[in-house]
């Protein structure tokens, strides 16, 4: 046998005893192999039956000072913080025997995480991965104990004079323990899904009410989210940039614009607005996508005496018809003023 012919049979035995995977996936010479200690600072989660747990103790007592100095300002001395996020509320007396959270049979009821978890290890692990908001991570071992022993007292869950460690956060029986199903779309194939909702196209509501914001000085604390979500659909990312203090400390220009909005507003660009409400996301300034291009509308309602009005309603709540079978989705989060403004550029001729 030719030595190359050899070589070439190494690289086939070589093929046929590297796992299917391995053969399969695409490699594109990108990146380098995790070291153990990269993955020992991501691979950081708690499973709710304590795998992942470290070693580790704090007080009630202990945890209030970390939470009155880093936690207080969001979610409020007590955590019933009901402006920006509250944290505790909603337990009932019965609900630590029930193992059920009564309040989450009312529908408008207060859902903290007193009400809605049912492992103390999942706070504990929310905790430690994401809190403080702006400084994530950066809590010890014995404070994460102290401080989710503390917020666990403030739900009326444990003693004042509790203890949290790794064993006995194990044996926290939580207020809503047995309130989990698995019998829906989440966890079944053929479960019932969670959400059944159709489109809303007429009398739909017109006000999103907030039930909960972040202070102005947190907004951006994280990047900007405008540039972190999608720009469809309900749940959009707001332009957060513009809270971010100016270097001299000044508040940034969105509070100063909530002191004075109509100097701001009439200096918006509709063009900016139709970015910033997603707006081109169907419609082209010239060309139709899913809706006509601006100029198309332009030019079909140029001379039409109630054009603005017509077109501001339109605008608000939507329609379906004039120019085909596509619904025009009706846009309650867009500002009347800023519907206004754009109404009043398609019928001065959209440029
Ligand atoms: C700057 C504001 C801010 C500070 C300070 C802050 N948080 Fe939060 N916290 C938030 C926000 C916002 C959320 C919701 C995050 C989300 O849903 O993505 C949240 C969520 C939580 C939750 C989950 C609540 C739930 O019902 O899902 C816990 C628990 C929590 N924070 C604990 C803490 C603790 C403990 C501290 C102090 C060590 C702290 N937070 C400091 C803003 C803050
Ligand atoms: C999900 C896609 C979609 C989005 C998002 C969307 N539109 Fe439309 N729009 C349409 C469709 C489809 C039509 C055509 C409706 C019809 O035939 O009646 C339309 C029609 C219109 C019309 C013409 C109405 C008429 O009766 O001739 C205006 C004006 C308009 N849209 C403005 C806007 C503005 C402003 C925004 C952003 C705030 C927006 N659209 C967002 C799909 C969309």
């Known amino acids: 046998m030719s030595r190359s012919l050899s070589a070439l049979c190494a690289v086939v035995l070589l093929a046929v005893m590297l796992p299917v995977e391995a053969q399969q996936v695409p490699r594109y010479g990108l990146g380098r192999a995790p070291t153990p200690q990269e993955i020992a600072a991501w691979d950081i989660d708690v499973r709710?039956?304590?795998?992942?747990?470290?070693?580790?103790?704090?007080?009630?007592?202990?945890?209030?000072?970390?939470?009155?100095?880093?936690?207080?300002?969001?979610?409020?001395?007590?955590?019933?913080?009901?402006?920006?996020?509250?944290?505790?509320?909603?337990?009932?007396?019965?609900?630590?025997?029930?193992?059920?959270?009564?309040?989450?049979?009312?529908?408008?009821?207060?859902?903290?995480?007193?009400?809605?978890?049912?492992?103390?290890?999942?706070?504990?692990?929310?905790?430690?991965?994401?809190?403080?908001?702006?400084?994530?991570?950066?809590?010890?071992?014995?404070?994460?104990?102290?401080?989710?022993?503390?917020v666990l007292h403030l739900n009326e869950i444990v003693p004042a004079d509790y203890e949290l460690n790794e064993k006995t956060l194990l044996s926290v029986q939580m207020p809503n323990r047995n309130g989990f199903t698995t019998a829906h779309g989440l966890a079944r194939v053929q479960g019932k899904p969670d959400v059944q909702g159709t489109l809303c196209m007429k009398d739909c509501v017109k006000e999103v009410k907030v039930a909960s914001e972040l202070p102005e000085f947190a907004r951006n604390q994280n990047g900007n989210l405008a540039q972190q979500k999608r720009p469809l659909g309900p749940m959009r990312g707001i332009d957060t940039a513009r809270y971010e203090a100016g270097k001299d400390g000044k508040p940034g220009p969105a509070v100063a614009a909530a002191a004075a909005p109509a100097a701001v507003e009439a200096k918006a660009d509709p063009k900016v607005m139709l970015t910033r409400n997603a707006c081109m996301a169907c419609h082209g300034m010239t060309n139709k996508i899913v809706g006509p291009g601006f100029n198309e509308i332009a030019s079909k309602y140029q001379g039409r005496a109630d054009a603005h009005a017509y077109l501001l309603q339109k605008i608000k709540e939507g329609g379906q018809g004039v120019w085909g079978a596509a619904p025009m989705p009706p846009q309650p989060a867009l500002k009347d003023s800023d519907a206004s403004e754009i109404a009043r550029w398609i019928v001065g001729g959209a440029k």
Not at 106 to 113: I, K, M, V, W, Y
Not at 122 to 128: C, E, G
């Open 48 to 150: 709710p039956d304590g795998h992942g747990l470290k070693a580790g103790k704090g007080t009630v007592a202990q945890g209030q000072k970390i939470y009155d100095a880093q936690c207080a300002s969001c979610h409020g001395t007590f955590g019933e913080s009901n402006r920006y996020m509250p944290i505790a509320g909603g337990v009932r007396k019965d609900d630590l025997a029930t193992g059920r959270a009564s309040m989450l049979l009312q529908s408008d009821g207060l859902r903290t995480l007193g009400t809605k978890l049912n492992y103390a290890t999942t706070l504990w692990d929310y905790i430690f991965r994401a809190m403080p908001w702006a400084n994530p991570q950066s809590l010890s071992v014995d404070e994460t104990y102290a401080v989710t022993a503390y």
